[in-house]
């Protein structure tokens, strides 16, 4: 199973961007799939995640400018971001729970993509 993640880039403050992350490979489903970020110096924190049951949390520091969704058809996950602000300047990682064909559930990461917010 491998996370792929895309949609990175330079944005300028006040700009949007959305992030990409699709999980492929053999799997049974998927439980969970989140967007964590490491900003330079910082810790990794969390996002967004979003479960198979539909809810979501937001970090306070994004809500109301983030929105993370689902298609669950192709096996993808989305950050829509918006008022992006300087501080949001980090890379960026997806997350996945996904059950395999044993009913064993694994954590999964994707490679990180990096945004860039200039002010």
């Known amino acids: 199973v491998q996370l792929q993640a895309s949609g990175g880039g330079l944005v300028q403050a006040g700009g949007p961007l959305r992030l990409s992350c699709v999980a492929s490979?053999?799997?049974?489903?998927?439980?969970?799939m989140g967007w964590y970020r490491q900003a330079p110096g910082k810790q990794r924190e969390l996002v967004a995640e979003k479960i198979s049951g539909g809810s979501t949390s937001y970090a306070d520091s994004v809500k109301g400018r983030f929105t993370i969704s689902r298609d669950n058809a192709k096996n993808t996950v989305y950050l829509q971001m918006s008022s992006l602000k300087p501080e949001d300047t980090a890379v960026y990682y997806c997350n996945a729970n996904i059950r395999d064909y044993g009913l064993v559930y694994h954590d999964y990461w994707g490679q990180g993509t990096l945004v860039t917010v200039s002010s």
């Open positions: 490979g053999r799997f049974d489903s998927i439980n969970y």
